[in-house]
């Protein structure tokens, strides 16, 4: 089983954790790194800006072939109670290209992920193995739970 660890993580929390799941799980790993600025005060409001509307981020060019895995273990913040807008561009662009999914959806505030994990589900037009839901505020991990599907 080929395994593809994907992150995208603007302070670094869910890049510790995404790196940590690769290395347990052997897998290979690929960070989205976008164009837009996110640097900051400017561009904290400018990732509001583009997550409110669910607009999606360019992102740079990277050269992992998706299609050549069995599983992708996506991993996001939640921006605005949803998937961060470069997370967003990746899957839009991938989504024939995964078959197989298990997410970790990363988040600052206390709340119930499931409605982003749908919301990949949704988008992916798959049904998720599982999801982690991780409350992280400044690096501290406040609750992870692992929700199974049934
Ligand atoms: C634009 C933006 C919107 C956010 N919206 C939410 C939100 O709706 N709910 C929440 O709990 N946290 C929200 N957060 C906080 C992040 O999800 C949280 O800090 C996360 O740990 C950041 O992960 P990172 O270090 O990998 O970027 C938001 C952060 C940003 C930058």
Redesign the pocket.
């Known amino acids: 089983m080929k395994t593809l660890v994907v ?9 510790s ?1 995404a790196l940590e799941k690769a290395k347990n799980d052997n897998a290979d790993f690929l960070c989205l790194e976008t164009i837009e600025n ?1 640097a900051g005060w400017y561009g ?2 400018n ?2 800006k ?2 409110s509307s669910k607009k999606r981020m360019t992102l740079f060019p990277y050269e992992t072939n998706v299609g050549e895995y069995d599983k992708a273990v996506i991993c ?7 998937i ?2 470069p997370m967003l561009e990746f899957l839009e662009r991938e989504k024939h290209n995964i078959k197989s999914a298990e997410y970790i959806l ?6 119930n ?1 499931e409605t982003v994990a749908d919301e990949i589900d949704k988008l992916l037009d798959i049904k998720r193995i599982s999801f982690t839901d ?6 501290k991990t406040l609750k992870e739970e692992v929700k199974a599907n049934d």
């Open positions: 992150y995208y993580s603007r302070k670094g929390y869910t890049e954790i996110t904290f409001f990732c509001v583009f997550a996001t913040p939640v921006w605005c109670g949803g961060s807008s990363v988040h600052a505030l206390p709340m992920a991780i409350q992280c505020v400044l690096g």
